[in-house]
């Protein structure tokens, strides 16, 4: 139990304490962990003796602490839990409490690299019968491997950040805005400790390597998408921006209660995919307009994110400080439980009532929020406005 007001029991408890960077009146950014609706400021502590963590926690965002590795990770937060819980600590450390009503968050990392999978055989099938009627939905190779590609780290942005809607070709001499344009609520990992190229990383060392998790909206024009897409896959059709929650999730927060078991792997897979079969249990909500329309189960996702590090790796890929990789689009089996609005309005064939309008692609205005709980945790929020084409 932590004396932090009003933090018991609100999804940022004293056993989750994710990591971000907020911005105060002072312009300045500095590391922070969110407790209820709190920022402890970290580098602050650091700076008082507070916390030992070799000045990283000083630095304006969380690189050189992603690189320090589980040791220090976990006495960083063996260290928080006893600051933020014992009521003897109050005196030094009530002050360096931020409301959070009082600063801005900024993307917490400086993100290395960024591979988006596709591990969701549900999301899958169902874009497998949109773009491909009377086709096999699922390709030969999609149940032997973690089928990804690599994105634009650069185009990684915290959540609030406004989405311009993209122009591109939409079809032979067709140029101009996106007029699918789309989410994909995912669910992503950020890498601490890198490896060395050459040297696979199995999927054993998956907690050795990934710091935490973040919540994900991989937008997507879908046009774009249809008209680029074949033979090489995705690229100016979801290049444009990928939004991130302000807050990341340690592994070390989530408990046993917080793991289930994922799906059975038919064929079986090749050995260095045959993992443990362990899925992180979240429940993600989809609102669109502040209508809640989608309900995705990330148990539900045929490749897990252990598996996913292993084959990104398997060929000596080396892994950076700060890479992102992200789980791909999460549907469960049912309509209401997908994470795309193709998926959700089929192709834009069944629109769905959002506000008392019928809708089957985002306008200009909308807003999309991402949620996800897991036991008494409640990730960071994914939100993000769209925003009209500049071309």
């Known amino acids: 139990m932590t004396w932090v007001p009003g933090a018991t029991g609100s999804g940022y408890d004293l056993n989750h304490l994710p990591y971000g960077v907020v911005v105060p009146s002072d312009g300045q950014a500095r590391c922070a962990v969110r407790i209820g609706d709190f920022a402890f400021d970290l580098g602050a502590a650091e700076a008082a003796g507070l916390i030992l963590a070799g000045d990283s926690l000083r630095a304006p965002n969380l690189d050189a602490f992603l690189a320090l590795g589980p040791a220090h990770w976990s006495a960083v937060r063996a260290r928080l839990t006893e600051l933020l819980g014992d009521p003897a600590h109050r005196a030094e450390v009530e002050p360096l409490l931020l409301p959070l009503a009082a600063v801005t968050n900024v993307l917490a990392w400086t993100v290395a690299d960024y591979v988006d999978f596709y591990s969701s055989e549900n999301h899958a099938s169902n874009v497998g019968q949109i773009f491909r009627p009377g086709q096999a939905a699922l390709l030969p190779n999609w149940k032997h491997l973690p089928i990804g590609y690599h994105g634009r780290a650069g185009t990684v942005v915290v959540s609030g950040t406004p989405v311009v809607r993209p122009s591109g070709q939409r079809a032979a001499g ?28 199995p999927w054993q060392r998956f907690a050795d390597h990934v710091f935490g998790v973040v919540l994900v909206n991989d937008w997507s024009a879908r046009d774009i998408q249809a008209w680029e897409y074949q033979p090489l896959g995705p ?6 921006a990928t939004s991130v929650s302000a807050w990341i999730t340690p592994l070390a ?45 990330f148990r539900t996702m045929y490749w897990t994110p252990a598996q996913q590090l292993a084959h990104l790796t398997v060929n000596g890929a080396s892994l950076r400080t700060g890479d992102l990789f992200a789980s791909g689009t999460v ?61």
Do not use: H
């Open 331 to 391: 549907s469960g089996p049912e309509r209401a439980q997908v994470g795309s609005f193709l998926e959700l309005t089929w192709g834009g064939k069944e629109p769905v009532m959002v506000k008392g309008e019928e809708r089957a692609f985002l306008a200009d205005g909308d807003t999309v929020v991402l949620r996800a709980r897991v036991a008494d945790i409640e990730l960071g929020a994914v939100a993000g406005t769209v925003f009209p084409a500049q071309v």
């Open 235 to 240: 690229f100016l059709g979801k290049s444009f």
């Open 253 to 297: 927060a989530f408990g046993e209660q917080a793991w289930t078991a994922a799906p059975v792997q038919d064929p079986p897979v090749l050995p260095y995919l045959d993992d443990d079969r362990r899925a992180l249990d979240l429940a993600i909500t989809v609102e669109w307009n502040e209508t809640t329309v989608a309900n995705p189960p």
């Open 174 to 201: 067709d140029f101009g805005p996106c007029r699918r344009l789309d989410i994909e609520a995912e669910v992503g990992f950020v890498v601490g400790v890198g490896s060395t190229l050459g040297e696979p990383v």
